[in-house]
């Protein structure tokens, strides 16, 4: 017997001296199976539920325990459980709770709803601190569904299922647990270490299942879902919702419960509608039981999603604890039809008075070495939700499957069929993959970028690459290159790349570049590849301005210590100015292309800067202040804190150039924040400023140019890092600046409120711009937009109005964003 089996028979008879296991099922009066029963331990926080079939299994201590059975809609059963009944499965029957309103006293003109609720709303905040600190056992368990799922979608066929679904093509998709303990402070500090994960089906994953993730209290104003969605007890309430008296019951025989019929004033807001179960005289919540559509989001993809709540009492501290809590879900798109629950229990409760100074740190998750290698034996003692049996089933089936796809004759078999080669590879692109050694090769074919511009007239773009992974500590290594040919150039330009990332702690990566290629005088490229091909080809207007660069580059990143990043770039270079070589377009017009020379548009001769030659570093560091982050064994993630700035700061250095004139220093800085502003919006910031030294006579090339925009077009990113009425090169400088973005989405605060405009389902965005520049007066924009505008689940359009001024007014402009070009580049 191994050392393995014996620590895990060790842990097994430890587990089952210390517990007792209580198992059966719930059901109604007609034998019907009753899913999410609340069940605990009376006088302590030790509960379950149940799964979809009413079974049910608990771990109690003691030789007779009281087990409390409660389940919306049907009376409480408590029942004594003795010692002899243990390895029975017992069988427990609801009945329908009678819901009591003869002795409310019902006034026509007063709502007894609604003094329920202002009660419920006046203890809001006292209620609250009652959990406003605790330690708990966490348990997650997440499902997902497809049904009827179509072979093909836009005409792409569908098979990657193909072996987990039935002939209906319908089945269980995903299925995951987690078992961690947490440690919790109110408003939003968090310490989870996950002791067990589990994904079905890939003995090596880790499930993405937390409780931070799904902490949805409804003592606070807001839910964070999508949006922000309004509690039933916010402050503001009763702004968005109407109450309806359903009448009451008693638990326990002294606890008068109040049912709530509870509904949104407009359909179009982040509101929920069910009912909301409240304690007469402390006016804590009971249960919850409420819906809400994903329209109702702002997310599109998403049908309805149902979040139901059980609290447990304890006479003992006079606390009633939220034990249980399930999520339902329904979304669809291109005829996906995905459904899903994740299943929480929360148990063994305590609540500290405080908690000591290094509880809660930046690394507000952490998986336990091996905790994804957890043996069967384990999770059968320690799940508290049985299995159904499709779960089961799921299971035993997907790691079968498992087994069968690490074998090299499995993995040999789907590559055959994958790397199968068609002639129409030869203009989308092909992969030769070897799964087994976990490496491929692939060729980028001509299809998407083949675009044109004034310089080179048609060019297309193809690439090689090897790729090499390593799945267990997630890093690779890449080595690839490009080809670029410009038809009305006639010239060829090759390009080669070498990548390595080290490891997922740090996310250390090293890359050597070189070759030739062609680049925009603004390397953050404001104009893309099909964007200006569409503007020039059809409306003459060839906005994009190249050079030449023949480079050869290396640059190392890696974070130093949390929260800070450091790049550092090496580079030597020869840039050369370029000139038009096509005056092509679709359209017949006595309009004429400009020059390539972004300084003298007009002049065909004169170039944007001379050839020359020279070295460039510089180091960038990226703060982010108090940065939050996960340890797995397989690596660090980052996740943010967005209650500060994230910060840019960088040094840039020129030297060995052709001509002193060349060489220049470069500092600059960029602070940026999200700022959310409750129900109200979200607010985005960017500040940038930056300063050259010795700089007089740098070439073009090396000065700050600005995004603009003159198309009306753009793609849909991030709109506070452009002026989208700007000539691209016009504020381009080598002394200094300041830049400021900011916008705020209303996220459907004010639109959902104005009729008819409310069924747009659309966001109001007001932003203002600001760049200022030595010898030159400041330059701003206003803005004022529709986001979110489509129709059905497409989302994809925005619209926005500009004006601008610099000294005085200077012009206006209509944007069209259309967020389906960022997947076309």
Same mark, same amino acid.
């Given at each position: 017997?191994?050392?393995?089996?014996?620590?895990?028979?060790?842990?097994?008879?430890?587990?089952?001296?210390?517990?007792?296991?209580?198992?059966?099922?719930?059901? *109604?009066?007609?034998?019907?199976?009753?899913?999410?029963?609340?069940?605990?331990?009376?006088?302590?926080?030790?509960?379950?539920?149940?799964?979809?079939?009413?079974?049910?299994?608990?771990?109690?201590?003691?030789?007779?325990?009281?087990?409390?059975?409660?389940?919306?809609?049907?009376?409480?059963?408590?029942?004594?459980?003795?010692?002899?009944?243990?390895?029975? +499965?017992?069988?427990?029957?609801?009945?329908?709770?009678?819901?009591?309103?003869?002795?409310?006293?019902?006034?026509?003109?007063?709502?007894?709803?609604?003094?329920?609720?202002?009660?419920?709303?006046?203890?809001?905040?006292?209620?609250?601190?009652?959990?406003?600190?605790?330690?708990?056992?966490?348990?997650?368990?997440?499902?997902?569904?497809?049904?009827?799922?179509?072979?093909?979608?836009?005409?792409?066929?569908?098979?990657?299922?193909?072996?987990?679904?039935?002939?209906?093509?319908?089945?269980?998709?995903?299925?995951?647990?987690?078992?961690?303990?947490? @440690?919790?402070?109110?408003?939003?500090?968090?310490?989870?270490?996950?002791? $067990?994960?589990?994904?079905?089906?890939?003995?090596?994953?880790?499930?993405?299942?937390?409780?931070?993730?799904?902490?949805?209290?409804?003592?606070?104003?807001?839910?964070?879902?999508?949006?922000?969605?309004?509690?039933?007890?916010?402050?503001?309430?009763?702004?968005?919702?109407?109450?309806?008296?359903?009448?009451?019951?008693? &638990?326990?025989?002294?606890?008068?419960?109040?049912?709530?019929?509870?509904?949104?004033?407009?359909?179009?807001?982040?509101?929920? +509608?069910? &009912?909301?179960?409240?304690?007469?005289?402390?006016?804590?919540?009971? #249960?919850? *039981?409420?819906?809400?559509?994903?329209?109702?989001?702002?997310?599109?993809?998403? +049908?309805?999603?149902?979040?139901?709540?059980?609290?447990? &009492?304890?006479?003992?501290?006079?606390? %009633?604890?939220?034990?249980?809590?399930?999520?339902?879900?329904?979304?669809?798109?291109?005829?996906?039809?995905?459904?899903?629950?994740?299943?929480?229990?929360?148990?063994?409760?305590?609540?500290?008075?405080?908690?000591?100074?290094?509880?809660?740190?930046?690394?507000?998750?952490?998986?336990?070495? +091996?905790?994804?290698?957890?043996?069967?034996?384990? %999770?059968?003692?320690?799940?508290?939700?049985?299995?159904?049996?499709?779960?089961?089933?799921?299971?035993?089936?997907? *790691?079968?499957?498992?087994?069968?796809?690490?074998?090299?004759? &499995?993995?040999? @078999?789907?590559?055959?069929?994958?790397?199968?080669?068609?002639?129409?590879?030869?203009?989308?692109?092909?992969?030769?993959? /070897?799964?087994?050694?976990? %490496? @491929?090769?692939?060729?980028?074919?001509?299809?998407?970028?083949?675009?044109?511009?004034?310089?080179?007239? %048609?060019?297309?773009?193809?690439?090689?690459?090897?790729?090499?992974?390593?799945?267990?500590?997630?890093?690779?290594?890449?080595?690839?290159?490009?080809?670029?040919?410009?038809?009305?150039?006639?010239?060829?330009?090759?390009?080669?790349?070498?990548?390595?990332?080290?490891?997922?702690?740090?996310?250390?990566?090293?890359?050597?570049?070189?070759?030739?290629?062609?680049?925009?005088?603004?390397?953050?490229?404001?104009?893309?590849?099909?964007?200006?091909?569409?503007?020039?080809?059809?409306?003459?207007?060839?906005?994009?301005?190249?050079?030449?660069?023949?480079?050869?580059?290396?640059?190392?990143?890696?974070?130093?210590?949390?929260?800070?990043?450091?790049?550092?770039?090496?580079?030597?270079?020869?840039?050369?100015?370029?000139?038009?070589?096509?005056?092509?377009?679709?359209?017949?017009?006595?309009?004429?292309?400009?020059? =390539?020379?972004?300084?003298?548009?007009?002049?065909?001769?004169?170039? #944007?800067?001379?050839?020359?030659?020279?070295?460039?570093?510089?180091?960038? $560091?990226?703060?982010?202040?108090?940065?939050?982050?996960?340890?797995?064994?397989?690596?660090?993630? =980052?996740?943010?804190?967005?209650?500060?700035?994230?910060?840019?700061?960088?040094?840039?250095?020129?030297?060995?150039?052709?001509?002193?004139?060349?060489?220049?220093?470069?500092?600059?800085?960029?602070?940026?924040? *999200?700022?959310?502003?409750?129900?109200?919006?979200?607010?985005?910031?960017?500040?940038?400023?930056?300063?050259?030294?010795?700089?007089?006579?740098?070439?073009?090339?090396?000065?700050?140019?600005?995004?603009?925009?003159?198309?009306?077009?753009?793609?849909?990113?991030?709109?506070?890092?452009?002026? /989208?009425?700007?000539?691209?090169?016009?504020?381009?400088?080598?002394?200094?600046?300041?830049?400021?973005?900011?916008?705020?989405?209303?996220?459907?605060?004010?639109?959902?409120?104005?009729?008819?405009?409310?069924?747009?389902?659309?966001?109001?965005?007001?932003?203002?711009?600001?760049?200022?520049?030595?010898?030159?007066?400041?330059?701003?924009?206003?803005?004022?937009?529709?986001?979110?505008?489509?129709?059905?689940?497409?989302?994809?359009?925005?619209?926005?109005?500009?004006?601008?001024?610099?000294?005085?007014?200077?012009?206006?402009?209509?944007?069209?964003?259309?967020?389906?070009?960022?997947?076309?580049?």
């Amino acid at each position: 017997m191994t050392q393995k089996n014996l620590l895990s028979i060790l842990f097994l008879f430890l587990t089952i001296t210390s517990f007792a296991q209580i198992k059966g099922r719930v059901i *109604d009066e007609k034998g019907n199976p009753l899913p999410i029963v609340n069940i605990f331990e009376e006088n302590t926080y030790n509960g379950t539920t149940t799964n979809d079939l009413g079974e049910f299994i608990l771990n109690v201590k003691g030789e007779n325990p009281t087990i409390i059975f409660q389940y919306l809609g049907y009376k409480t059963v408590k029942k004594t459980i003795s010692k002899s009944q243990f390895a029975e +499965n017992l069988k427990i029957v609801l009945v329908e709770e009678n819901f009591t309103l003869n002795e409310v006293v019902i006034d026509a003109k007063v709502n007894p709803a609604d003094a329920i609720m202002r009660s419920a709303i006046a203890s809001r905040k006292e209620n609250s601190k009652k959990t406003a600190k605790y330690n708990a056992d966490f348990y997650s368990r997440g499902i997902f569904r497809v049904k009827n799922l179509p072979k093909t979608i836009m005409g792409q066929k569908i098979d990657f299922f193909d072996e987990i679904i039935d002939s209906s093509r319908s089945g269980i998709l995903y299925l995951s647990e987690t078992v961690s303990k947490i @440690s919790f402070q109110k408003p939003d500090k968090m310490k989870e270490v996950i002791v $067990a994960s589990k994904v079905s089906g890939n003995d090596n994953g880790f499930s993405f299942n937390n409780a931070a993730d799904v902490n949805f209290d409804f003592y606070e104003n807001y839910l964070e879902f999508d949006t922000k969605v309004v509690s039933p007890i916010a402050d503001n309430a009763f702004n968005y919702y109407k109450y309806k008296y359903d009448g009451f019951f008693m &638990y326990e025989g002294n606890k008068m419960i109040h049912k709530i019929k509870v509904t949104p004033k407009r359909d179009t807001e982040p509101a929920m +509608n069910g &009912y909301i179960y409240i304690v007469d005289d402390s006016w804590e919540i009971y #249960a919850v *039981d409420l819906a809400i559509t994903g329209a109702q989001m702002g997310n599109p993809a998403l +049908n309805n999603l149902v979040l139901k709540q059980n609290f447990s &009492y304890n006479s003992q501290n006079k606390i %009633w604890a939220k034990n249980t809590q399930t999520v339902d879900f329904e979304a669809g798109m291109l005829g996906v039809n995905i459904s899903g629950r994740f299943t929480y229990v929360f148990t063994n409760f305590e609540f500290p008075e405080k908690f000591e100074k290094k509880t809660f740190t930046n690394e507000v998750l952490k998986f336990e070495l +091996n905790a994804n290698k957890k043996e069967d034996s384990f %999770w059968n003692t320690i799940r508290p939700v049985p299995l159904t049996s499709e779960e089961t089933t799921d299971y035993l089936k997907k *790691d079968a499957l498992q087994t069968k796809k690490k074998s090299k004759q &499995y993995l040999d @078999s789907i590559d055959k069929k994958k790397n199968k080669f068609r002639l129409t590879d030869i203009i989308n692109g092909y992969t030769y993959s /070897n799964s087994h050694k976990k %490496w @491929s090769v692939s060729y980028d074919g001509p299809l998407m970028s083949t675009t044109f511009n004034t310089v080179q007239g %048609w060019k297309t773009q193809v690439g090689l690459s090897y790729l090499k992974r390593d799945e267990e500590k997630r890093t690779y290594t890449r080595i690839g290159s490009r080809f670029d040919y410009g038809f009305s150039e006639k010239k060829l330009r090759v390009t080669g790349s070498y990548q390595r990332k080290f490891n997922n702690l740090n996310n250390s990566l090293l890359s050597v570049n070189g070759g030739s290629s062609v680049n925009q005088f603004n390397l953050n490229n404001p104009i893309s590849n099909l964007v200006n091909s569409v503007s020039s080809l059809f409306f003459k207007n060839n906005f994009m301005k190249l050079h030449e660069k023949n480079f050869v580059s290396a640059y190392f990143g890696r974070e130093v210590i949390n929260g800070l990043n450091l790049n550092l770039n090496l580079e030597y270079s020869e840039r050369k100015p370029l000139w038009n070589t096509s005056d092509q377009s679709v359209v017949k017009s006595s309009d004429v292309y400009t020059s =390539n020379n972004p300084l003298l548009p007009f002049d065909f001769v004169t170039p #944007a800067f001379e050839k020359h030659n020279l070295m460039k570093a510089n180091v960038v $560091a990226r703060i982010k202040f108090g940065q939050h982050y996960w340890t797995r064994p397989d690596g660090k993630y =980052n996740i943010g804190n967005d209650d500060y700035p994230s910060i840019l700061l960088g040094y840039e250095k020129t030297f060995a150039a052709t001509d002193k004139k060349y060489e220049y220093d470069f500092l600059s800085a960029r602070i940026t924040q *999200d700022l959310s502003i409750g129900n109200k919006g979200e607010m985005k910031l960017n500040l940038k400023a930056g300063k050259f030294f010795n700089a007089d006579n740098i070439s073009f090339v090396d000065y700050r140019h600005f995004n603009g925009n003159q198309t009306h077009v753009t793609g849909g990113e991030s709109y506070t890092n452009v002026f /989208n009425n700007l000539p691209y090169y016009s504020a381009s400088t080598n002394d200094s600046f300041l830049e400021f973005h900011a916008e705020h989405n209303d996220k459907g605060y004010i639109m959902n409120k104005i009729p008819l405009l409310n069924k747009l389902r659309s966001q109001l965005v007001l932003g203002f711009h600001n760049l200022a520049v030595p010898d030159r007066k400041p330059y701003q924009e206003f803005t004022v937009g529709l986001d979110n505008l489509g129709f059905g689940k497409f989302r994809i359009f925005r619209v926005d109005y500009i004006r601008s001024y610099q000294n005085g007014y200077q012009g206006d402009a209509v944007l069209f964003g259309l967020k389906f070009l960022n997947v076309l580049e």
